[in-house]
């Protein structure tokens, strides 16, 4: 699997090399560019500190892409057509694993559990996991955190996903919904605001949140090569500040605060819905509190990771994380 990983991403670094290194050039030196991994209510504190100013207040000038999935944020971030990553830690560890001179290191994390929904295509009155055996679940990308969360939570259940159920994951990542949507499936894993989307329109119901189940994990992380942080230390110690402030922001305002904050990245969704589901990731404490990956964290990926099958190797807290910016951050 991680081969494969391994190869989209070289891949697409050729095919895209050119472009990229054009739009490289152009960069300038007040702006950090940041590829998120999908568009997300998920990342509230993110947008938070673009739409109330606390990038600017920091002096980070900020230009957000979004690249839809895991493989293509990395491969533009290794490519340099980003300076900054915002995606799952599990991706720094494939890099590394498959050896670097220039390895990617997590410096803020910016959410703490799993992001994502059960859905079930039936109402059930009163779920219960044993409900998923027998069925088709429509699952994430192999590999990727979601899918890896998502399995790690089954088999604390008692289900085997590749057993007791039909698992399918060979779906890319922006797809899923679209094929849920299609009729592929009993259940699925979706993030929100899609699994809220999906519930008002009729086409599922919500029956069980993962994040609660799956305990702390550094799930969506900024990231950036080491060789950027080296050459940019005070920008990322800045960026790092404005993603605390967010933090913090949010968790002092309501959900009906923080919709109205980040509607302007949401705009085709109503404002009720996106406080629904602020208020759901807040009530499970989704999101990070403070931008500090600790140890414990770590450790709780790479165990989810190993239960998985796609650990390649257990790598020290201390190689892939740095600390320092967010701890400056707080001061």
């Known amino acids: 699997m991680h081969k494969s990983w391994m190869t989209k991403i070289i891949i697409f670094i050729a095919i895209c090399s050119l472009f990229l290194l054009s739009a490289c050039n152009n960069n300038s030196e007040n702006t950090v560019r940041v ?7 998920f990342y509230a504190p993110q947008y938070v ?6 990038f600017e207040k920091h002096g980070v000038n900020v230009e957000l892409t979004t690249t839809w999935g895991g493989d293509k944020t990395m491969t533009t971030l290794l490519s340099d057509g980003a300076d900054i990553a915002l995606v799952g830690s599990e991706t720094s560890i494939y890099v590394y694993a498959q050896g670097t001179s220039d390895p990617v290191i997590n410096f803020a994390q910016l959410t703490q559990t799993d992001g994502t929904f059960l859905v079930s295509r039936e109402e059930i009155e009163h779920f219960e996991w044993d409900d998923v055996k027998g069925s088709t679940f429509l699952g994430q990308r192999k590999g990727g955190m979601p899918q890896m969360a998502g399995e790690f939570v089954l088999k604390k259940k008692g289900i085997d996903p590749h057993n007791d159920m039909t698992l399918i994951q060979n779906i890319d990542f922006a797809n899923i919904a679209n094929a849920y949507a299609s009729g592929k499936g009993d259940f699925v894993q979706l993030f929100e605001p899609t699994a809220s989307i999906f519930e008002a329109q009729g086409l599922g119901h919500i029956v069980a949140s993962f994040g609660k189940e799956s305990g702390k994990i550094p799930y969506t992380v900024y990231m950036a090569k080491e060789s950027f942080l080296d050459d940019n230390n005070d920008a990322a110690t800045r960026f790092a500040a404005a993603i605390y402030e967010a933090q913090s922001w949010v968790d002092t305002h309501s959900s009906e605060e923080i919709a109205k904050s980040i509607q302007p990245y949401f705009e085709d969704i109503e404002l009720n819905l996106i406080t629904t589901v602020v208020d759901r990731y807040k009530s499970q404490h989704s999101y990070a509190t403070n931008p500090i990956l600790d140890e414990e964290e770590w450790n709780n990926l790479q165990n989810i990771m190993d239960e998985a099958g796609e650990l390649p190797k257990r ?3 201390k190689t892939l994380v740095d ?3 967010a701890e400056k951050a707080q001061q």
């Open 315 to 317: 790598i020290d807290h």
């Open 323 to 325: 600390t320092t910016f």
């Open 49 to 54: 500190a673009l739409s109330e100013g606390i």
């Open 35 to 41: 590829a998120e991994v999908t568009r997300s209510i």
